[in-house]
């Protein structure tokens, strides 16, 4: 996929990165973890089989996930950006219903609008939620995906490279129905994360690798 500088997703450069797929699967974490390079097991629902989008994974577990695939690949895997992010998926992202004429509630018209719709807990196998123009599927699903990009209070100068830091406050971007962030340690955003609207039910991944590196 070729990146080009786009003002709506962020996205600042010219580059081709490749994008998996769909979200990485239980079958895909249970590999890693048979193979000792993920130490923590997710617990599988009711509902899931290993073709169900992992998730209950904080950062620093993807992160062992990432270490492991890149090293058994020989490829440079690494999670998104939350730019590269908005632009991959930005052909399935809707905005908000407009409830209000009067710009001073608008901030209540989005809460409405994502808190009235119908949530469900249960992931869907993937590819339950449609494909997106680049071929990638359930962008518009009901898991939150992490990324690399640390969590801000000014996005006024975002560069690439601040993107990419490694000293985070502990806090990264999480991006799916709208946008979240939430604390690196946290496995469940139900009970620990923080985002405009109502919290994400699940949370998952999804990896890239940049051509060239």
């Excluded at 969590?151 to 971007?173: A, F, H, N, Q």
């Excluded at 129905?177 to 999804?206: A, M, T, W």
Aim: include cysteine.
């Amino acid at each position: 996929m070729e990146l080009e500088p786009n003002a709506t997703s962020g996205y600042t450069e010219t580059k081709t990165i490749f994008v998996t797929y769909s979200e990485i699967t239980i079958a895909h974490w249970q590999a890693c973890y048979d193979d000792g390079g993920c130490s923590y097991q997710p617990r599988m629902r009711e509902n899931e089989t290993p073709q169900h989008p992992v998730t209950q994974v904080s950062y620093f577990d993807v992160e062992e996930f990432v270490h492991w695939i890149s090293n058994k690949t020989g490829f440079p895997f690494r999670l998104p950006l939350e730019s590269e992010w908005n632009y991959f998926s930005r052909d399935v992202i809707s905005p908000a219903e407009k409830l209000f004429d009067d710009p001073r509630l608008a901030w209540a018209a989005d809460y409405v609008t994502f808190s009235n719709r119908p949530k469900s807990s249960k992931t869907k196998v993937v590819g339950g939620y449609g494909t997106n123009q680049y071929g990638l599927v359930d962008l518009k699903g009901n898991v939150w995906e992490w990324t690399q990009t640390c969590w801000s209070t000014d996005y006024s100068d975002l560069t690439t490279s601040k993107e990419r830091s490694e000293t985070c406050g502990g806090v990264r971007i999480m991006q799916g129905e709208h946008r979240s962030y939430q604390s690196e340690l946290i496995r469940d955003p139900k009970i620990g994360g923080c985002s405009v609207g109502s919290p994400p039910n699940n949370v998952g991944f999804r990896l890239v690798m940049e051509q060239g590196v």
